[in-house]
């Protein structure tokens, strides 16, 4: 089991990805303690603004992160955003479905470590997502959604980095 430790907002669920923290030992499964209620309601309240949500994300993202940008050199912004947007909805869509939502994750995955991507990225995007994903919901945006979409980003990048071949 991972190491917990706390940040200034508490319990940090992506605490692993630290250079200083050890990664899960086992990967959580889509389904197995996610709480897919939280994860679908809230994401069907923040779909309406999908294209805001991934404007201010990829803004943020490169604002805070500016490392990542040249991985994101092969595509449009407009086409990274809708590319975003797609593997949101079809996460939560295979959420119930959890032996494909994992062989989806790791395609994806394998597919993230010829782009360039390595371990710290998953952070910052799942820190930029959650950011921008609590802005937007507002008082919708509690510690049980949180909460939620913490796990979910962490199993979700676990599963991912799993694919990777080095």
Known sequence: MSKKTSSSIGHDPLAWMK????????????EGGLDLEAL???????APAGEELTRRFYQRLFADYPQVKPLFSGASVAEQHRKLWAALNLVI??????????????????RHEGYGAVAAHYGAVAKTLLGVMAEMAGDLWTERVAKAWGDALNAIASIMLK???S
Do not use: N
Request: hydrophobic share 45%.
């Open 19 to 30: 250079d200083d923290v050890a990664p899960p030992a086992d990967d959580v499964a889509p």
């Open 163 to 165: 694919a990777y071949r």
């Open 93 to 110: 869509a295979q959420l119930r479905k959890p032996e494909v939502l994992a062989k989806t994750l790791t395609d994806l995955g394998a």
């Open 40 to 46: 679908e309601s809230s994401f069907a309240a923040l």
